[in-house]
């Protein structure tokens, strides 16, 4: 009985972790984003291969930023890299046993990152060498994909005698990312630059990696504060939305960080706040029109090391279906289901407010936007003109407590009972006098 109990211990143990790592990966904003990655084999050689692995970010508003990914893999037997085209390994490892000819990677497991912008023509390939930095797919599509070239030895040189590497791990700033086994897929066919003739790969791997900012991160990196005209109260982050971890080592100004080696977002220098994140957006309904209304939304870092590339930031809210003009950000919609179209995808134009400086004066953002009302949908009263939710980067922001949101004056919250039960109270008053 005892060894049975701890059987159903174990399986149960066993079934919430796959169920709680498969919740957590899976995203209903962008339920099919992932990163795919191809490993295509284009020639055998005498001891090995030639392969172009291709990495394409097809989600819709989470990027690699720098300083890049890394890719990793262990080997199914002995092989080496001999040399590689638009990427380079991190270590060469032991090489010792080779004369003439080095490898340029012998570890068992190598580590690979992308090469920088501006490296000889003779190192690159199509879409490498941009430091690992990865668009989002719903962002710019042409950006969203990174390769390199690999030539591998001491390995199998038929579709029968070449072995899968196993263990792929996908490392980039700030984490979050698990892979799938390596499996082999249909060959991937190749278009001619004229379009009239195809080619294809001799074989074709796949591996599938996906996100989860459970995996990423115990705390938010983000929260969201909330005001409105009608209301002078400023709703803050939640007190330690971020967590309070970082709190001994947080400064009040700039001119206090002394010592700093390397910018890290796992590892952050934070300016002091009571929320305690790197990113704080704002969201203030500015103005109540006839027929519209205007939204202006501030994104503010308190990150003294890191510069924000690339960002992005995706609302969601019932109005959003109806977007009259955005100003200084560039807008998307984002429609993952047909019957619903209540998110938006929001980022910065091209070398004007692309990037979101360290924290300081320059360390923000700010854009307005203007709806048109739905008469049968639109209200001010009971936080109906506050988003239902808030990324930045591809992270859910921390909310604050319904309850806490701003309030119409002829709402407020002090009005603990409505008329009816302060008429009962006052009755039940009366009988106890008399």
């Not at 199914?76 to 046993?97: L, Y």
């Not at 000819?101 to 990152?113: D, F, G, K, L």
């Not at 001119?255 to 957006?281: G, K, Y």
């Not at 919609?333 to 209540?342: A, E, F, R």
Request: overall charge positive; hydrophobic content about 35%; some cysteine.
């Amino acid at each position: 009985m005892v060894c049975r109990s701890k059987l159903h211990h174990t399986l149960l143990y066993v079934i919430c972790v796959i169920l709680f790592s498969y919740a957590g990966a899976y995203d209903p904003l962008d339920p099919t984003g992932n990163i795919t990655m191809k490993w295509d084999i284009m020639s055998w050689t005498a001891d090995g291969y030639v392969a172009v692995v291709t990495m394409t970010n097809f989600q819709m508003y989470r990027h690699i930023m720098s300083p890049g990914w890394k890719l990793g893999w262990v080997w199914s037997k002995k092989e080496v890299i001999w040399s590689m085209v638009g990427a380079q390994a991190t270590e060469q490892g032991d090489c010792s046993k080779f004369k003439g000819n080095i490898p340029h990677c012998c570890m068992r497991n190598p580590t690979v990152v992308d090469l920088l912008p501006g490296v000889p023509y003779n190192q690159q390939i199509a879409n490498c060498c941009r430091g690992g930095v990865v668009a989002s797919w719903g962002q710019d599509p042409s950006a969203a994909v990174s390769s390199f070239q690999i030539s591998v030895g001491l390995s199998g040189t038929s579709n029968k005698t070449v072995k899968l590497p196993k263990n792929i791990t996908l490392a980039a700033p700030g984490g979050g990312y698990s892979c799938s086994q390596v499996t082999i897929v249909p060959s991937s066919i190749f278009l001619s630059p004229d379009g009239r003739r195809k080619t294809q790969a001799l074989m074709t791997w796949n591996i599938t990696c996906t996100y989860s900012q459970l995996v990423a991160s115990r705390y938010p990196r983000c929260c969201v504060s909330m005001s409105s005209f009608y209301n002078s109260t400023i709703t803050p982050c939640p007190t330690c939305a971020c967590g309070c971890q970082n709190k001994n080592k947080c400064v009040e100004s700039a001119p206090t960080i002394q010592s700093i080696v390397t910018p890290a977002i796992d590892n952050p220098i934070l300016q002091c706040t009571e929320h305690m994140c790197p990113i704080r957006v704002h969201w203030h309904v500015k103005t109540n029109y006839k027929d519209y209304w205007r939204i202006k939304m501030s994104i503010i870092n308190f990150n003294y090391l890191v510069n924000y590339t690339q960002w992005t930031l995706v609302a969601q809210h019932p109005n959003l279906n109806n977007v009259t003009q955005v100003f200084s950000f560039a807008y998307k919609p984002l429609v993952p289901y047909k019957s619903m179209n209540d998110t938006g995808m929001f980022y910065g134009l091209k070398f004007f407010n692309d990037v979101i400086m360290e924290a300081g004066p320059d360390g923000n953002v700010q854009s307005e936007m203007i709806l048109q009302k739905d008469a049968y949908t639109f209200t001010l009263s009971e936080g109906w003109a506050f988003p239902r939710k808030i990324y930045f980067n591809g992270e859910e922001c921390m909310m604050p407590s319904p309850d806490q949101y701003p309030h119409l004056p002829n709402s407020s919250p002090a009005n603990l009972f409505p008329a009816s039960s302060r008429a009962a109270l006052l009755a039940i008053c009366l009988l106890v006098l008399w």
